[in-house]
DNA sequence: CGTAAATGTAGTACACCTACTACATCTTTG
DNA sequence: CAAAGATGTAGTAGGTGTACTACATTTACG
């Protein structure tokens, strides 16, 4: 039973990285403007060819902005390059 | 007018390289055998979910398997190490 | 306050993904 | 030949992704 279906997804993080609007992404990758709002609040998945298109635009591999498991929060321990003396 | 909502895969290569049947890698992602023809075939795109399964199910980054541009053939030049004396 | 920009909610409409059933073809094996 | 397995074609049905319109809310700026 463990929501089997969701695929969870960084795009407002990468966006707010970047510094642009859900408008100028959704001009940019050419899809409606709500269309960003929905994916960011998880009301559904994209296509693949539009997570295809997210990736090339931020330009990262497919796994840094979608997974079928939960991101971790920044700061938490996992790789190898952390501890901070 | 470039046909600019194909997405490529390789997903019977990946699966004659493993040897495996279409219904055997059907059944390992839990979809319907005749989906797995439908996606070779180029008939539709899996959709992200199914595509993250599948790419988990080989091991292999999504690049290796999805892409929005064809494929280079096999043996097609193109990385460094190639160059056969 | 008035305005604009960014975001969230609501609802309709259509195309596409996936399941499923049935049947055809081809190859292999006995 | 008979049987089984892999693959292709055809068709129906239901759920989901995307577009689009309209409106509310919040924040920032003059």
Redo the contacts between chains.
Sequence with gaps: MGNS???YNRIAMLRAERGISRRQLADALGVHYQTVGYLERGEF?????L???IC?YFEV???VV???DPFPRLGAESNSAARPA
């Design positions: 279906e969701v695929t998945s994209p296509s693949l060819h997570a295809l298109r090339a591999p497919v796994e979608f997974s079928l």
